[in-house]
């Protein structure tokens, strides 16, 4: 278990009457990626803010690398990376001046500084339209510029507000690659996200918000396990006869639960990956393995159910 | 990690680091912007036509007197020909206009191009992005203005063809210097209203109408105000002096008023006062006789300070809001 980058304790965050984020305890380790989400409004960016040191607590305690936001603005803000939210640019000025302005304002010493921002706009393929107005740029090009300008700092912990929102399909994948070379760099990873498939590949660990509060907390094999108490759907089409093939399934050490779909369509719900077990069965039983595959669940899959529980649990 | 029993939030003020890291490459990349921007360029001409227009406009009638008067280079400020107004009634409100444009868009700009949460995520404290702006202002401002002057001073020694003597100098470098002070208020008015407000344009208006207010209509107010807080009941003249005394420190509330006495008592040496004038204030003084310009300084300090005064004001109000404010948009 590595260091802790991120420690939040009872983080609590109130407009007026309205509790954006509620009694948060975060633990973030070195080299993780981390993904925060959950849908608009229930608290991500605030909690964002809080650990930059941008807004201030209403109660509970942050520390980030150690250090508190409040108190120690300066030294977080050195070694902590931010890119906001639908991140802005000075539109008129090209990319290397909107870079230089930030390596000026970080007090980078000038030949460091130039060395730093090359080495940046080269690895994030901006090195061609450097001296363009960052006015052509495409929304990707702003991301990846968002994303050179954090890499200007050297930073520890990197934090990005929804990064892949409004990106293409395409966009998004290469986004989420950056991210997973910032992960090879020893870089620990925050991120927010409300669309959880786009992020699910990437993340170490989740954790789900709603109105403010982190429901759920773990890998999404470990929250899959929670909510939807089965990580791993196993399906197989089988010719042969259904009762044995059923009970042989059903016999898989880990398995739980069995269910027929179509005629000769099965799924096994288990709590590891059992294709190989299955086929290994299915076959001894006597019947005509035709194909197999496993599904991993994804984070819809388990958000949705969890609130299908919450609701049906606090309605009746 | 043994967690310490958090103690209740009293506001640790001890802040780490210089509240002014980072205030100079503000500075500078908010200067850079004022000098290459378009707005600047459509000022710096509507300046430099004015100035010369109007400067020529007063040559013209100086030629005559060229030799009589030892402050003939000042008098190119404050000459004016049908049917323009001299270079100092043109400047009491293009500096206004100058500095209004340099700010009104300072800190919501900074929110509408979703800029601000990014550099605030900087090693810097707000205070250094705040007062670079203002700094970045000023420096801009004086920049323009020393250009014209300079503009003013060169076309005066060519058209009239007398060298500036050093009081007159000293006296235009003084009279440059009030001019900036002035540019300094609207510049934190501006600034003022684009913490206010998060629309650039509400923020310009707002700052027009402000200095519309002053220009036109608080002389009036004035002048409204004054029989009613102090009236004549009796006829005594000292009451009368009174009523015309609190009219005058009412006017005085206003930054074009201050300016405008700054730039009398400054340009021109023969002003003794700068208020009422009394008789017996004149006992003893051979009018027409110029002052020496410490002389016409002091007059005028309390005017000065008034100016400076203002400013620092504006932009502490300015400060405290801006510290406040979240930085979402
Ligand atoms: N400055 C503010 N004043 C009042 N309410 C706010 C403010 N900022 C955010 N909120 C509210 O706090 C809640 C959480 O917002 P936010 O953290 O932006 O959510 P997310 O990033 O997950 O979409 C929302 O209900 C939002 O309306
Ligand atoms: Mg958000």
């Known amino acids: 278990m590595g260091e802790l980058v991120v420690e939040t304790h009872d983080l609590t965050k109130k407009y007026g009457d309205l509790v954006a984020v509620d009694k948060l305890n975060l633990s973030i380790r070195q080299g993780e990626v981390f993904g925060i989400l959950g849908p608009n409004g229930s608290g991500k960016t605030t909690t964002i803010l809080m650990l930059l040191g941008l807004t201030e607590p209403t109660s509970g305690s942050v520390r980030v690398l150690g250090l508190d936001p409040a108190r120690q603005p300066l030294s977080v803000k050195a070694r902590v990376g931010y890119m906001p939210d639908e991140v802005g640019f000075y539109d008129e000025l090209s990319a290397r001046v909107n870079l230089i302005y930030i390596a000026k304002l970080n007090s980078l010493p000038r030949a460091e500084a130039h060395r730093r921002i090359e080495e940046a706009l080269t690895r994030m393929g901006l090195h061609d339209v450097a001296d363009q107005p960052v006015r052509t740029f495409s929304r990707g090009m702003r991301r990846r510029l968002g994303v050179a300008e954090v890499l200007l700092k050297r930073p520890q912990l990197v934090i990005l507000d929804e990064p892949t929102q409004g990106l293409d399909p395409e966009g998004a994948r290469e986004f989420l690659n950056i991210i997973r070379s910032l992960k090879q760099d020893g870089i620990t990873v925050l991120l927010s996200s409300h669309l959880l498939h786009q992020v699910q590949a990437v993340c170490d660990r989740v954790g789900l918000f709603h109105r403010g509060r982190m429901v759920l907390e773990g890998s999404v094999p470990e929250l899959a396990q929670k909510v939807l108490a089965g990580a791993y759907h196993v399906w197989l089409q089988v010719e042969g006869p259904e009762e044995t093939i059923r009970e042989a399934l059903r016999q898989l050490p880990g398995a739980q639960d069995v269910t027929r779909e179509d005629h000769n369509r099965y799924r096994v719900v288990a709590s590891e990956d059992l294709r190989a077990e299955a086929a290994r069965a299915v076959v001894q039983a006597g019947g005509h393995l035709l194909s197999l595959g496993v599904e991993t669940p994804s984070l819809d899959d388990i958000y949705a159910r969890y609130f299908e529980e919450v609701h049906h649990g606090t309605a009746t | ?39 600047m360029r459509i000022l710096e001409i509507l300046i430099v036509l004015t100035a010369v227009g109007t400067v020529y406009a007063a040559t013209q009638n100086l030629r005559e007197t060229v030799g009589q008067d030892p402050f003939i280079l000042l008098r190119l400020f404050t000459t004016s020909r049908e049917p323009l107004p001299a270079f100092v009634g043109f400047l009491g409100f293009l500096v206004p206009l100058i500095a209004i444009a340099l700010a009104f868009d300072s800190v919501n700009g900074e929110f509408s191009r979703r800029t601000m949460s990014r550099i605030l995520a900087q090693p810097i404290y707000r205070d250094a992005l705040l007062l670079g702006k203002f700094l970045a202002g000023i420096f801009t401002l004086a920049l323009v203005l020393a250009t014209i002057w300079l503009l003013i001073i060169g076309s005066g020694m060519i058209g009239l063809g007398v060298p500036p003597s050093g009081e007159e100098v000293a006296r235009s470098l003084w009279f440059l210097l009030a001019t900036i002070f002035y540019g300094g208020i609207w510049l934190s008015v501006a600034m003022l209203f684009s913490i206010i407000f998060r629309q650039p344009a509400t923020a310009a208006l707002a700052s027009i109408a402000t200095w519309l207010f002053f220009t036109v209509f608080w002389g009036i107010l004035a002048g409204v105000l004054a029989p009613i807080l102090q009236p004549v009941r009796y006829g005594f003249p000292e009451e009368i002096l009174a009523q015309a005394q609190l009219e005058l420190t009412l006017t005085r509330f206003s930054p074009n008023t201050l300016y405008t006495e700054v730039m009398l008592a400054l340009l021109q040496p023969t002003v003794r006062s700068v208020g009422l004038v009394l008789p017996i204030q004149l006992h003893g003084a051979v009018l027409g006789t110029p002052l020496p310009l410490s002389q016409s300084v002091l007059l005028v300090w309390p005017q000065l300070t008034g100016l400076i005064a203002a400013t620092i004001l504006l932009f502490a109000l300015g400060y405290v809001l801006f510290q406040r404010q979240e930085i979402r948009a």
């Open chain 2, 1 to 39: 990690m043994a967690q310490q029993p958090e103690q209740p939030r009293e506001r640790v003020r001890g802040r780490e680091g210089s509240p002014w890291s980072g205030l100079w490459a503000v500075v500078a990349k908010e200067m850079a912007d004022h000098l290459t921007g378009m707005r």
